[in-house]
């Protein structure tokens, strides 16, 4: 079941401003922040894996919509 939603989702995925394809798109992304940055921005990212699991069916059908 979650490679089927998996796929379904993968395109819109990609779409969002704040995906990133991969740590060399991490890389070229981080270099082209504004410097300085504002005081009490905090920069950080999140790698998951297998969320399936443990995200509300709920909730997750209305990130999805």
Do not use: W
């Not at 504002?38 to 999805?64: H, N």
Request: hydrophobic residues 45%.
């Amino acid at each position: 079941m979650a490679d089927i939603v998996e796929d379904q989702l993968r395109g819109h995925v990609k779409s969002i401003p704040s995906f990133v394809r991969d740590t060399m798109d991490f890389l070229n992304r981080i270099q082209k922040v504004k410097q300085p940055l504002p005081e009490g921005t905090l920069i950080f990212c999140l790698d998951v894996k297998a969320l399936y699991t443990s995200v509300p069916i709920d909730e997750a059908r209305a990130a999805a919509i």
